[in-house]
Nanobody
């Protein structure tokens, strides 16, 4: 069982920055792919970013490339999402999720919600124009 807790959300003006954190329970954090998803009002939850267990590989949705950076600290059981140059369309509830690494298929499906076994409760990010 893995428990995830997000923090760092808030209200920011367009062009500003926020850093989200996700703290995970358990001793096997380093065996998990970690991802960030978001859900805006009236829209489906969508993939934002993910990182491999070792931290050597990262994945992003096109709309955040060059603005967002995902990273992890396996010693602290924490994954981060640094969000720069925020836009009003980034407004959403951001969710942290974890997926146990089961081989290459995990990486092949890293952008798919069904790949992830555990989810946090979410943190609100609001970007004002």
């Amino acid at each position: 069982q893995v428990q995830l807790e997000e923090s760092g959300g808030g209200l920011v003006q367009a062009g500003g920055s926020l850093r989200l954190s996700c703290a995970a329970s358990g001793r096997t954090f380093a065996n998990y792919v970690m991802g960030w998803f978001r859900q805006a009002p009236g829209r489906e939850r969508e993939f934002v970013a993910a990182i491999r267990p070792s931290g050597t590989g990262t994945y992003y949705v096109d709309s955040v490339k060059g603005r967002f950076t995902i990273s992890r600290d396996n010693a602290k059981n924490t994954v981060y999402l640094q969000m720069n140059s925020l836009k009003p369309e980034d407004t959403a509830v951001y969710y942290c999720a974890s997926a146990l690494f089961r081989g290459l298929t995990t990486f092949q499906n890293i952008r798919v919600m069904a790949t992830y076994n555990y989810w946090g409760q979410g943190t609100q990010v609001t970007v004002s124009s």
